[in-house]
């Protein structure tokens, strides 16, 4: 199936910036929101992302691309779109609405995708009466600069379509990675859950500070940003929705009062000024200083994750790539979560989530595959 028109629902955050990759990758693109206010905001920022890109000498001519983006309030304009991309806000109601009115327009062949970070694909494919061209496509913050787009199918999503989105990623210069079925979090946000769920344990049972956490994830790990200052960045809010939902849809729970805590004091990080550290004003984000030298072992830091990395192996969701890819892709760790790993000795953390697990940390429990691993007897 060859796609040439694209439209992208909801011109927000994600919906602006998922129409301009479109745009830039050759493709007609519709962008519908509800009212014009919205629509031209989303055309500015397209704009001045474009001429950022020009003056890099990425792209030639951004008229041209932004000449490929048309605007619109209204739903018929996808009456000839190929495939349909919905960005709307994260509740289930306005989503089923969008997905009820495209179902109405869009011609027989198109497929839909939604960008949501949590609503099970499964039950926004019932809400139309194409199942089986329904597909879960998450994009990354900001989708023109992250790579990563995880690809998920629901429970009656065809091979077909899974095919045509992978490549349509591909398309869009983006890395996808494929996800076997549905799971609370996808990838990337369950494995983001598991660091903060064992960088909070650190701190709330006085085994170190904020700071230090933060110290071995920037220093020792290399990440480009601290749990907590990424925690702070993401939005506190946003994280405690996050945590939230995936333990409420299965994930085993670590113990953990500072999200909440912090959301209840109306501390949301970055964009209020204070969260875990304090920011110059709302919105303005400084990096966080941390000491130079730390006691957390980051092997310990990240053995929750790493334990997490390995249950979705087992359970066939993604292979070590897929994970790997999703952590370097979607949240520009240095190198993948298995290779690193690899690197620090998986004894090292089987040894700490044995240690964590027998304090009564159920989430801790190693899986047979780290086990394994750890034994020697199996590799990633
Ligand atoms: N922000 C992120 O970092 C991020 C990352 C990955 C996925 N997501 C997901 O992407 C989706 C959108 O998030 P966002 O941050 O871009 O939200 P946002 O609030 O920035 O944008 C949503 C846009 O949808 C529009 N909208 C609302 N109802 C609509 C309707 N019926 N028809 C058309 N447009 C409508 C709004 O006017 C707004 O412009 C959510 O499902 C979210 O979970 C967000």
Redo the contacts with the bound molecule.
């Keep these: 199936m060859e796609i040439r028109k694209i439209v992208v629902?909801?011109?927000?955050?994600?919906?602006h910036g998922i129409a301009e990759v479109a745009a830039l990758s050759g493709y007609q693109v519709y962008l519908?929101?509800?009212a014009w206010d919205?629509l031209n905001k989303a055309k500015e920022k397209i704009q001045e992302s474009l001429n950022k890109l020009a003056e890099k000498g990425a792209i030639k001519n951004p008229q041209e691309v932004l000449n490929r983006i048309t605007l619109s309030v209204d739903y018929s304009v996808a009456r000839d779109a190929d495939f349909a991309i919905e960005?709307?806000?994260?509740k289930f109601e306005?989503k089923k609405?969008?997905f009820e009115s495209l179902d109405s327009v869009l011609p027989p062949h198109a497929i839909m995708a939604t960008?949501?970070?949590s609503i099970p694909i499964t039950d926004l494919a019932e809400v139309t009466k194409r199942r089986e061209k329904f597909i879960g496509m998450?994009?990354?913050?900001p989708p023109v600069l992250m790579k990563l787009v995880e690809v998920i199918p629901g429970k009656y999503t065809s091979e077909e379509t899974i095919n045509v989105t992978v490549e349509l990623a591909k398309r869009m210069g983006k890395v996808p990675v494929r996800l076997s079925k549905d799971i609370p979090g996808f990838v990337g946000n369950r494995i983001l859950l598991r660091l903060a769920q064992e960088a909070c344990r650190e701190v709330e049972s006085g085994e170190a500070t904020i700071e230090e956490v933060d110290a071995a994830a920037r220093n020792l790990l290399k990440l480009p940003m601290g749990v907590f200052e990424l925690s702070d960045y993401i939005g506190l809010d946003v994280m405690y929705d996050l945590w939230t939902v995936i333990v409420s849809r299965g994930a085993t729970d670590v113990p953990c009062k500072m999200y909440k805590a912090r959301v209840d004091a109306k501390e949301l990080g970055v964009k209020s000024g204070k969260g875990f550290y304090s920011y110059p004003a709302p919105g303005k984000f400084v990096k966080p200083q941390v000491p130079n030298t730390t006691k957390v072992d980051p092997a310990r830091l990240i053995s929750l994750a790493v334990n997490e990395a390995t249950w979705f192996i087992e359970n066939g969701i993604v292979d070590a790539k897929g994970v790997d890819d999703v952590m370097i892709y979607g949240y520009n760790f240095p190198k993948g979560l298995t290779k690193m790993a690899e690197e620090l000795g998986v004894k090292r953390i089987y040894d700490h989530l044995m240690d964590i697990y027998k304090k009564g940390y159920e989430a801790y429990k190693p899986t047979k595959l780290l086990e394994e691993i750890a034994l020697g007897k199996r590799s990633f």
């Excluded at 629902?9 to 919906?15: E, F, H, Q």
């Design positions: 629902i909801g011109a927000g955050t994600m919906g519908v929101d509800v919205f960005a709307v806000p994260e306005i609405k969008v960008n949501t970070s998450h994009f990354f913050n």
